[in-house]
C-alpha cells in the first residue's frame, strides 16, 4: 500500500503557483519523498525528490516540512501542459509503490 | 544517453490467449526494472521489480510473471489471459543503487476481450 495521502483533485488558475500538498506521516528516517507527474495515456515523468531539505530543480520545487510528516510540490506558474496526474511516494528501497496521486487541473 | 523500449504499443488478445511483452533498456548497465499496470482510471500497481538477472520479485499474487533473461530485458508474460488483464502496462528502469529515479517507457495498452 502507499504510504502517502493526497487530494483526489486540486484546481489552479493559468500563470498562478500551483501547491500540491502530500502527507507521509509514517515515513521513516530514511525514506526520500519522491514526485512524478503522469500526463494522460503516458508513462509518468519523474519531477523531484528529497530527503530532508527542500529541493528546486527546473520543473519545480519541494518543500518538506521539519517533522518530514508532509511536503508540498510547487509549480511556480502553471501552464495549460501541467494538467496531469500527480504522485507523492515515499521510498528507501527498490520498491517504488504509487497512491492515487492529485488530479490537477489548470484553468485558462 | 539511456533509452527505454517498450512494444508493441497496443494489442488485442483473446481470453486465454498467451501474452508476451518486451522491455529492453540500452545505454546503462545493471538497472532496476519495473512492470506497472494501469486499469482504465486507476491508479499504478507495481506487479514486478528486478534488482539483476533472475532475480524477480512479485508484488501481487496473479495471473502473469516475468522474467529477465538479460541484464537489460524484462519480459511480463501469461499463459492463459483473462478479461481483467486488460489495462495499459509500463515498463520502467532505474539506476541502482537505490533511491534513484524512475524512467518509463511508453507503455502498451492491452485489451483482452
Known amino acids: 500500500d502507499a504510504k502517502t495521502t493526497q487530494p483526489p483533485s486540486m484546481d489552479c488558475a493559468e500563470g498562478r503557483a500551483a501547491n500540491l500538498p502530500c502527507n507521509h506521516s509514517t515515513i521513516s528516517g530514511n525514506e526520500y519523498v519522491y514526485w512524478y507527474r503522469q500526463i494522460h495515456s503516458q508513462g509518468p515523468q519523474y519531477i523531484i525528490h528529497g530527503l530532508k531539505n527542500n529541493e528546486t530543480n527546473e520543473m519545480a520545487s519541494l518543500i518538506i516540512t521539519e517533522d518530514r510528516k508532509s511536503s508540498t510540490l510547487i509549480l511556480p506558474h502553471a501552464t495549460l501542459r501541467d494538467t496531469a496526474v500527480y504522485y507523492c511516494i515515499v521510498s528507501v528501497d527498490d520498491k517504488i509503490i504509487f497512491g492515487k496521486g492529485t488530479r490537477l487541473h489548470i484553468l485558462p | 544517453s539511456q533509452t527505454i523500449h517498450q512494444w508493441p504499443a497496443t494489442l488485442v488478445q483473446p481470453v486465454g490467449s498467451p501474452l508476451s511483452l518486451e522491455c529492453t533498456v540500452e545505454?546503462?548497465?545493471?538497472?532496476?526494472l519495473y512492470w506497472y499496470r494501469q486499469a482504465a482510471g486507476r491508479g499504478l500497481q507495481l506487479l514486478f521489480y528486478?534488482?539483476?538477472?533472475?532475480?524477480i520479485s512479485s508484488e501481487v499474487p496473479q495471473n502473469l510473471s516475468a522474467s529477465r533473461p538479460q541484464d537489460r530485458q524484462f519480459i511480463l508474460s501469461s499463459k492463459k489471459l483473462l478479461l481483467s488483464d486488460s489495462g495499459f502496462y509500463l515498463c520502467?528502469?532505474?539506476?541502482?543503487?537505490?533511491?534513484?529515479?524512475?524512467?518509463f517507457g511508453s507503455g502498451t495498452q492491452l485489451s483482452v476481450l
Open positions: 528486478s534488482v539483476g538477472i533472475g532475480q
Open positions: 545505454g546503462t548497465s545493471n538497472p532496476n
Open positions: 520502467a528502469w532505474s539506476r541502482q543503487p537505490t533511491n534513484e529515479k524512475l524512467f
